[in-house]
C-alpha cells in the first residue's frame, strides 16, 4: 500500500502565495504520475497541475503563470507553490500519484486533502 501526506494549505489574502507539499510513502516500486487536484464546493474534482516521472508538465489553464509544480524523485515528493491567489482558487486540495506497488501492479492513490481557502 503507498500513502500520500500533504502539508501546507491555509488562509491566505487574494494576491498571496502558499506553498503545498506531498510525500508518498509505502511500497513504492515507481511513480508515474503526481500533481494536485482540487474542489471546490459543490464543484466537481478538477486537475490543477501534474508532473510526470519524465518532467513533463500539465497545468489548468486557470493557473498557467501562477502556480509552478515541482517534483523530487529521490524522496518522492511533489510540490505546489501558488502565487498571485485568487478567491476562485479557494477548494480542498488533493495530491495524487499514480504509482506501481510492483513491476506489474499500478493504481491511483489520494492524499487526505488539505483546504486552502484566498479571501478577497
Known amino acids: 500500500q503507498i500513502q500520500l501526506v500533504e502539508s501546507g494549505g491555509g488562509l491566505v489574502q487574494a494576491g498571496g502565495s502558499l506553498s503545498l507539499s506531498c510525500a508518498a510513502s509505502g511500497s513504492i516500486f515507481s511513480i508515474v504520475d503526481m500533481g494536485w487536484y482540487r474542489q471546490a464546493p459543490g464543484q466537481q474534482r478538477e486537475l490543477v497541475a501534474a508532473?510526470?516521472?519524465?518532467?513533463?508538465?500539465n497545468y489548468a489553464d486557470s493557473v498557467k503563470g501562477r502556480f509552478t509544480i515541482s517534483r523530487d524523485n529521490a524522496k518522492n515528493t511533489v510540490y505546489l507553490r501558488m502565487n498571485s491567489l485568487n478567491a476562485e482558487d479557494t477548494g480542498v486540495y488533493f495530491c495524487?500519484?499514480?504509482?506501481?506497488?510492483?513491476?506489474?501492479?499500478?493504481?491511483?492513490?489520494w492524499g487526505q486533502g488539505t483546504q486552502v481557502t484566498v479571501s478577497s
Open positions: 495524487y500519484a499514480r504509482a506501481y506497488s510492483a513491476y506489474d501492479k499500478w493504481d491511483d492513490y
Open positions: 508532473k510526470n516521472s519524465g518532467g513533463g508538465t
